[in-house]
């Protein structure tokens, strides 16, 4: 089983919006006993709050389930026990870096370096365009299951 933990800042735009999409992608494809899939955040701001209005509109929109949950932060823990830490942005990486004291097994990465654009997944609490950022989030998250794909993890 892959054990998938994407990260964001805040644990309620970006991250939920793809544990949701991967969520979606794998059992579409029947996978779903192969994937946990999770999310987490850097920062304690949004500890308690449930996934942003912007995402949860454009996850139903597209007609993505997406149960109420609550933001969590990343702990030590979760590095030790997840496969692979999905960022979804440089800042992130960095600072969970400093949470976790580095990166021992390489299980860090960003989520658009699956993809032939490498870049930053830009934040929605921000830009206020989750139409952008669930373009990137399936981009990103396709680019993933591509890879595990190549890598003959699936």
């Given at each position: 089983?892959?054990?998938?933990?994407?990260?964001?800042?805040?644990?309620?735009?970006?991250?939920?919006?793809?544990?949701?999409?991967?969520?979606?992608?794998?059992?579409?494809?029947?996978?779903?006993?192969?994937?946990?899939?999770?999310?987490?955040?850097?920062?304690?701001?949004?500890?308690?709050?449930?996934?942003?209005?912007?995402?949860?509109?454009?996850?139903?929109?597209?007609?993505?389930?997406?149960?109420?949950?609550?933001?969590?932060?990343?702990?030590?823990?979760?590095?030790?026990?997840?496969?692979?830490?999905?960022?979804?942005?440089?800042?992130?990486?960095?600072?969970?870096?400093?949470?976790?004291?580095?990166?021992?097994?390489?299980?860090?990465?960003?989520?658009?370096?699956?993809?032939?654009?490498?870049?930053d997944v830009a934040d929605p609490w921000y830009t206020g365009d989750f139409e952008s950022t669930y373009r990137d989030v399936v981009m990103g998250c396709e680019g993933f299951l591509d890879w595990l794909y190549s890598?003959?993890?699936?």
């Amino acid at each position: 089983m892959k054990k998938i933990l994407f990260i964001c800042h805040g644990n309620i735009c970006r991250s939920p919006m793809a544990e949701y999409v991967l969520k979606d992608m794998v059992r579409q494809r029947g996978l779903e006993d192969q994937f946990e899939i999770a999310s987490a955040a850097t920062s304690r701001e949004e500890l308690g709050h449930d996934v942003h209005y912007g995402t949860r509109n454009k996850l139903r929109q597209v007609g993505i389930p997406c149960p109420s949950r609550r933001a969590v932060q990343m702990t030590r823990q979760d590095y030790r026990y997840y496969d692979y830490i999905i960022c979804m942005e440089r800042y992130n990486v960095r600072n969970l870096r400093w949470i976790i004291d580095g990166d021992p097994a390489h299980k860090i990465s960003l989520l658009l370096d699956y993809t032939d654009q490498p870049r930053d997944v830009a934040d929605p609490w921000y830009t206020g365009d989750f139409e952008s950022t669930y373009r990137d989030v399936v981009m990103g998250c396709e680019g993933f299951l591509d890879w595990l794909y190549s890598r003959r993890e699936l």
